[in-house]
Structure formats: structure tokens, C-alpha cells
């Protein structure tokens, strides 16, 4: 059974963190934003406040610098003694100065400046008659002011000021003052949930390793393994909590499970497997059986009615009654050397290119009678292998036989022999119609054959490849098959090496 890892994004605890941190760090910012919108206000209500004063203090500039001047209150004595009115204001720190004629025209200040200057609103609403100055707020702290206001003297409008005040320091010392809020704000935030999140995570924690082991017993009850001891590591029975009696309990509920889950795989294991073996081997063996008894009880019962006067009846009966009757017996033969275990011939150091070139030459007539011709390559050196000698024979026959009956008239079946890392290899590859990929893994299974309308040769049982399995297991080595449907196919014998000069 796999169980599926829960993902920390889906954890109690993450969702915890959640909750903590996400509203902690929206209110931080409503709070930084709301705290910004404050400072500007504070800081506009001040430029607002000094603003008036500084309309006041202008019309009083202004009206001293007549009266010391023994001038009238009008436009002819507000342009005829503007220096000494802008000197005045310099002198009270106002920066940027511009006197103008209630038409607007300039009086005194830079013209380049001014150029700019009078498109802003606040000179409008000062031609106007009205008060008024505009906030610029720029980068790195800037903060500008520009004021313009009416010159009204005792009831006549003689002319326009208009100044510039730099509260960029001002600005900056506010900025700084609620970035250090904010500072401390986000630290005390950030301890207050390392408090939070760590008394939470002492909390889950035993809940946390509880389901990690029951997960971990889970997979070790799925692979039939017992996992009683993996609660015991986690030391959580000795709680006295409720996660400590539910600890205990659940080791109870597990020691009893594994016990009767033990029991029931033991003993489904082994239904299923002494089942399935034997219904296969029955089923092939009654599929295989059936054929030649067929045939033999179908003429037996035809002679026995007709009599021995059908002369051919008789030899053509006795004929496929002798021909059912030695397939029989070579199938039952086949059947007890697969189950055979007493074989008693000895383990001894063979030559295997001798044995290969032997088999050859003994399977070179049949292989002219299907007109196919057997081409061995490699057998002039010696390839020593250990083994019993009868049954490397019978699988090399096996192979080589098979190689004929399922090749294609009049194409050559190589053979080669070749000895490298330690191991001994027969290839034998023969062209035809191949084996399917599919069947490439169930040719070595009793009773099979891919195809039987594609063999030369009838009467074959399905067991040879079978049989040279086990051979070669018993013999350390193995056989398989590889194949190129319409091409060609190709059966490797492998045996383990041995040092010519090594003991058996």
C-alpha cells in the first residue's frame, strides 16, 4: 500500500502560520498607511497654519515699507518701491520671490522663473484675490511649497506676492520618525509569532511524529512486516495527557491487527500460490493430454466396429494410434524431467565448444531436411564450463531445434560461441517470422508456443524451453530470448566462466 506524503502546505501547522502572519502583516500596513496619511496631514495642517502667517506678515512687510516711505497705499507706490519690499522679504526668509501688478505682469524676480511660475494654480487663484499654495512632494524626503496671495490695502488690490519655502527637512524628520515606528512595529510583530508559532509547533509536534508513525506502520503492515516497535521510539506512552492515552491505545489496536494480519497474508500467500500452480500445470496437462487421446480412442472405436476386414482402416489407425501413442510417451518423459530433482549424473569440467560443435554436426540432418543450413563460429579455442554434460546437450538440442523448425527454408542458423567477462555464451539466431514482444516473456513457461501454425513440425508439447530454463538454473546461468517480428530471432545461452586450472 502507498500512502501519499501530506505536503507541509496542507499541515496544522502552516495553516496556523497563516493566521498568525498574513493578518499581522495586513495590519502592519493599514497601520503604516493610515500612520503616513496622518503625517501628511499634520504636516499640511502646519504649512497651512504658517501659510497664514506668512500672508499676514506679508501685508504688514509691505504696508511698513510705505508708510516708512511716506508713499500712498496704491499700485503706483506698491511698483515704485518693490525693491525695497522684496528686501524686506528676503530678509524674512522667503526664497523665490516674485512681485507682480494685480494684471499679473511681473515687477520683480527672475523672468526665466516666472515663465513657469505663473501656470501653477496657486498664482491663479492669487490674480484672483485669493490666497492659496500648492504641496510638491518629490523624491529623497522633498517637500516644496509654493504661496501666492493678494496684496490688499486698505480695500484696494495693489499687487500679487508669490514665494517659494523648502520643508523638505521637515518632511524627512517625519518620514524617519514613522519608518522607525514601523521598525519596531515589524520586530515586535515578528517576536510576538516566533512566540506564537513555536508554542504551537511544541504543540502539534507530538501529534505530528504520531502520524508519521503510523504511516511508517502502515507501509510495514503492507509489506507484511511488523512495526509494534516504532511507537515504542517515539517514548509517548509515559504522557499523561490525552495524547499519551492515545498512544497506548493505539499500540494495543496495532499489536493485535499485525498478529491476525500476519496470519491471514501466511495463509493467502500460500492458498493462492499452491492454487495457481496447480490449476495452471493441470490445465496445460489436460489441454496437452487431450489431443493424442483423442485421436487414439477415435480410431480404437473405429477398427473395434468395422472389424479386421478394412484393411486400410486398420494400418491407417494403427498408424496414428503408434504416432498419438509415442507423443504421449515422449510428453510424459518431458513432464518428468521438468519435476525430476534426483538426477544423479556428476558435476564435472567440460569443454563447452566441444559439446557445441558436437550437438551441431548431430542436428546438421535434420537441419538439411528443412533445407536450412547450420553455419558455428568460435569453437577453436576452449571454453571450459562446469556442469552435467547430458543436460547442456539437451538444451543446446532444445534451442538449436527449435532454431530449425520455426526458421525460414533455405536461410542459414548461425551459431557462435563466444567467451568474455566472465562468462560463456551460445548465441543461436535464425531468420523467420520471430515471436511477438508479447510473448517474449511467457516462452519459458510449460506448455507454451507463440504460434503453432508457424512450426514445421507437429506434435511438439510446448515443454523444451521449459525444461532448458530449469537446466540452466540449476547450471548458474541463464537463456533468453530476443526477437525482431518478420526478421529474425535469437536465443543467448549463457554459462559462468571457470579458470581452467580451478577444482570442481
Known amino acids: 500500500m502507498h500512502r ?24 502592519m500596513f493599514l497601520v503604516a498607511y493610515f500612520v503616513g496619511i496622518q503625517m501628511r496631514y499634520q504636516i499640511e495642517k502646519q504649512i497651512t497654519e ?93 517637500c516644496e511649497v509654493y504661496f501666492s496671495m493678494p496684496v490688499n490695502l486698505n480695500g484696494q488690490f495693489i499687487g500679487i506676492i508669490s514665494s517659494f519655502f523648502d520643508y523638505g527637512e521637515f518632511y524627512r524628520g517625519q518620514s524617519d520618525m514613522i519608518q522607525r515606528m514601523v521598525w519596531i512595529m515589524v520586530a515586535v510583530f515578528t517576536l510576538i509569532c516566533l512566540i506564537i508559532w513555536f508554542t ?24 507484511g512486516r511488523l512495526g509494534s516497535m516504532i511507537l515504542s521510539r517515539l517514548r509517548l506512552q ?66 473395434e466396429k468395422n472389424g479386421p476386414g478394412d484393411e486400410a482402416l486398420f494400418y491407417t489407425g494403427t498408424g496414428h494410434i503408434l504416432k498419438e501413442s509415442t507423443r504421449l510417451h515422449r510428453m510424459v518423459v518431458q513432464l518428468l524431467e521438468l519435476q525430476d530433482k534426483a538426477d544423479t549424473e556428476d558435476v564435472r569440467r567440460l569443454d563447452l565448444a566441444e559439446i557445441v560443435e558436437n550437438v551441431t554436426e548431430t542436428m546438421k540432418i535434420k537441419a538439411n531436411r528443412y533445407d536450412n543450413t547450420l553455419i558455428l563460429k568460435g569453437t577453436k579455442e576452449c571454453l571450459p564450463v562446469v556442469g552435467k554434460e547430458d543436460k547442456i546437450r ?24 563466444t567467451g568474455q567477462g566472465g562468462q560463456v555464451q551460445v548465441t543461436v539466431s535464425n531468420q523467420g517470422q520471430g515471436i511477438r514482444k508479447e510473448d517474449l516473456e511467457t516462452i519459458f513457461e510449460p506448455f507454451y508456443r507463440a504460434d503453432k501454425g508457424l512450426s514445421r513440425e507437429l506434435g511438439s508439447a510446448g515443454l523444451g524451453l521449459s525444461i532448458s530454463a530449469r537446466i540452466m538454473e540449476e547450471h548458474q546461468g541463464y537463456i533468453k530470448a530476443a526477437s525482431i517480428p518478420g526478421k529474425e530471432t535469437i536465443f543467448t545461452i549463457c554459462f559462468p566462466a571457470v579458470d581452467q586450472h580451478e577444482k570442481v
Open 50 to 142: 504658517e501659510m497664514q502667517r506668512v500672508r499676514d506678515n506679508s501685508l504688514l512687510y509691505v504696508q511698513q515699507t510705505l508708510l516708512l516711505n511716506d508713499s500712498r497705499m496704491d499700485a503706483v507706490s506698491f511698483q515704485l518701491y518693490k525693491n525695497e519690499i522684496e528686501e524686506q522679504l528676503r530678509n524674512a526668509g522667503y526664497d523665490g520671490i516674485f512681485l507682480c501688478s494685480p494684471e499679473g505682469a511681473l515687477l520683480a524676480g527672475d523672468a526665466g522663473a516666472f515663465a513657469l511660475r505663473k501656470e501653477q494654480e496657486d498664482f491663479a487663484r492669487a490674480g484672483e484675490q485669493e490666497s492659496a499654495f500648492v504641496i510638491c512632494y518629490g523624491k529623497g524626503g522633498q
Open 394 to 417: 539437451q538444451v543446446l538440442i532444445n534451442v538449436i531445434d527449435n532454431a530449425i523448425k520455426y526458421g525460414e527454408p533455405g536461410k542459414p542458423i548461425h551459431i557462435q560461441l
Open 238 to 303: 509515559g504522557r499523561r495527557d490525552e495524547i499519551g492515552e492515545l498512544c497506548s491505545n493505539y499500540m494495543e489496536m496495532l499489536q493485535v491487527t499485525e498478529e491476525q494480519f500476519q496470519k491471514i497474508r501466511e495463509d493467502k500467500d500460500r492458498i493462492l500460490k499452491l492454487w495457481s500452480s496447480r490449476q495452471e500445470f493441470y490445465n496445460n496437462v489436460t489441454h496437452e493430454l487431450k489431443t493424442p487421446l483423442t485421436t487414439i480412442s477415435g480410431y480404437a472405436q473405429l477398427m
Open 4 to 27: 501519499k506524503k501530506r505536503s507541509f502546505f496542507h499541515s496544522i501547522l502552516f495553516r496556523s502560520s497563516l493566521w498568525i502572519v498574513l493578518p499581522g502583516i495586513a495590519g
Open 200 to 223: 504551537v509547533y511544541r504543540i502539534l509536534l507530538p501529534i505530528r511524529r504520531l502520524s508519521q508513525a503510523a504511516s511508517e506502520i502502515s507501509t510495514h503492515l503492507a509489506d
